[in-house]
């Protein structure tokens, strides 16, 4: 299986981000405030009818199936529908990831209510979608090498407080088709989960390759 | 740090759920629809001016910070915000866990667009959402004891297709404070990630016990 993917201009890029971005950023804090809310009951459902209709408007053209669009000029696939980092997805925080000129990445994000597992903690789920997704990010040197997670530990030191956080991935070493890659999540007091994984060439790549 | 908690009855608890039930269902085809679509941008931009009008309406009032609800019957923490299982959040597929008598839980799901990493694949940090907390289910009895995810070790044999799966797990053992649990997801053709837990009780409710 390979994977087909058009290339995309770094004008078309900005246009479309600069039209979905507000729309996305806008659901986001509907899932927000549709998990705080305390409004009356009549309200709640007039919430409904109203989501409902905008759906219904949203819906009336799709593009068809998953597209991979690729950045013209840095050759990186445009993060669309990803629930990590995608900016078309109500889902991802989103992250925005720095890659370093040594193949490192990092990110700092914010996480709120829609994310939390115990009170006030992020849920652990969510540190391992944010460090699955980086350790790839750094294990497939910004996602231009196909290099898909074979194994990934988590090592939750403590909890992680909702608010303000940073993520960091590196890859430790290379064999063969094999990238091993370490990475952490930190708040303001330190390292509060650790993370390693093996990313792995997919057989198709190593043919083409 | 013990964590306060409200009893809920089991009628109340109801009467939420049919209230915000509509609300999350119709928040989470929005988010689907804006990924999907691909309207004129005229329709884009109203949708985000309904969308957040919405949002100012459900924000007029708030419940303040974390709640935890405990069902009068089941003894169960109410699954509200929670971001696997939570039926007020739209970023939950969500899991609905099926607890068995030997303790063993499971759950069926159907994971669509907002979950996609590879085309047509389930993200592998979602496939880390959903083991962590089927396997914090089953190594905290139903969320009835505290424990919580010390190491989780995921081991991905293939990629997990969009579309209907199953999770299952259970509990290997326990030794003092720690539980060892396993589970894996599968779909129609066997199972596509594996994954092993260690889920300890914190220093707070050792005292409790």
Not at 174 to 195: N, P, Q, Y
Request: charged letters at 25%; one cysteine or more.
């Amino acid at each position: 299986m390979s994977v087909p993917f058009e290339v995309i201009s770094a004008d078309e890029h900005d246009r479309l981000q600069e039209l979905y971005g507000p729309l996305t950023a806008a659901v986001r804090k509907l899932v927000d405030a549709s998990i705080r809310t305390s409004v009356d009951d009549e309200t709640v459902r007039a919430a409904v009818a109203s989501i409902e209709a905008v759906t219904a408007s949203l819906d009336r053209r799709q593009h068809d199936g998953p597209r991979t669009l690729r950045h013209e000029i840095t050759g990186r696939p445009v993060a669309w529908a990803d629930p990590a980092i995608g900016w078309r997805n109500a889902i991802a925080p989103p992250l925005q990831i720095q890659h370093t000129e040594t193949g490192r990445c990092w990110t700092e994000f914010t996480l709120g209510a829609a994310y939390e597992g115990p009170p006030n903690r992020v849920h652990g789920g969510i540190c391992a979608l944010v460090l699955d997704h980086l350790l790839g990010e750094a294990a497939s040197e910004g996602l231009t090498i196909p290099r898909f997670t074979g194994t990934l530990t988590l090592k939750y030191l403590r909890g992680t407080p909702l608010g303000p956080l940073r993520a960091e991935a590196w890859v430790d070493r290379t064999e063969g088709f094999k990238a091993f890659a370490r990475g952490r999540i930190l708040d303001a007091e330190g390292v509060t989960v650790e993370a390693e994984g093996i990313f792995v060439m997919p057989a198709w790549a190593r043919e083409a390759g």
